[in-house]
Structures are given as structure tokens and as C-alpha cells.
């Protein structure tokens, strides 16, 4: 029954935006921490953005501090990654995950997520 749903992903010129949004059902996104993750061909996934349960803050990988912003939507019960100035760097599938009550930080390691997202692919190329 809960489920986390990403969307808006696609193909972007460098210096370019996209805003993908992690759609959540069967539990309150607030009272969750919210990450986003991303996987590049042949390298390991990383997490690259998050946002604590219960206004616990935000956190940023410095590779995209200046440029992503990461917001929740609590009315739509949504999580979104605004990025922005879109590098060949950030091509990667990114994912969306879940955990109840966790903070920024934790939710950052694997073992802390309670659910996934299948991801949506970012492609930044010229």
C-alpha cells in the first residue's frame, strides 16, 4: 500500500533544469525523511539531497548544493528535486526513498530506507 513514484525526469541540455517529483501514497510525507538518490552507468548509487521528517532540515551533497533545491509539498503529499545549471556529471537514474521518522542524515545510508522509488533517468547532454 505505500508506494513512492518519481516523475519528471528526461533529456536536458547542459545549463538546463528539470524538476522531478516523488509522488508518495500510504503514509504522511512529513512524518518521513525524503532522499534522493542517483546512479550513473558504472558507478555507485549516491545520495544527493534529502529532507528530515518533522522539519528535521535539509541536506545537500556539495556537488549540488548551489544548484538543487529539495521542497515537500504537503498538501499533494509529494517531495520535489529542483535542479538547476544541469552538468553531463548529474546524468544518472535518480531515486526517490522513504523513511519514517528518519533524519537528513540518516536516510542517507541504505540500511536506514524503508522504501524505494524504480527511479527516473536524467540524461544532460549537448
Known amino acids: 500500500q505505500i508506494q513512492l513514484e518519481e516523475s519528471g525526469g528526461g533529456l536536458v541540455q547542459p545549463g538546463g533544469s528539470l524538476r522531478l517529483s516523488c509522488a508518495c501514497s500510504?503514509?504522511?510525507?512529513?512524518?518521513?525523511?525524503i532522499a534522493w538518490f542517483r546512479q550513473a552507468p558504472g558507478k555507485e548509487r549516491e545520495g544527493v539531497s534529502s529532507?528530515?521528517?518533522?522539519?528535521?532540515?535539509?541536506y545537500y551533497a556539495d556537488s549540488v548544493k548551489d544548484r538543487f533545491t529539495i521542497t515537500r509539498g504537503n498538501a499533494e503529499n509529494t517531495v520535489y528535486l529542483q535542479m538547476n545549471n544541469l552538468q553531463p556529471e548529474d546524468t544518472a537514474v535518480y531515486y526517490c526513498?522513504?523513511?519514517?521518522?528518519?533524519?537528513?542524515?540518516?536516510?542517507?545510508?541504505?540500511?536506514?530506507?524503508?522504501?524505494w522509488g524504480k527511479g527516473t533517468l536524467v540524461n544532460v547532454s549537448s
Open positions: 526513498a522513504a523513511a519514517r521518522g528518519g533524519t537528513r542524515l540518516a536516510i542517507l545510508y541504505y540500511s536506514a530506507v524503508d522504501y
Open positions: 500510504g503514509f504522511t510525507v512529513d512524518t518521513y525523511a
Open positions: 529532507i528530515g521528517a518533522d522539519d528535521d532540515g535539509t
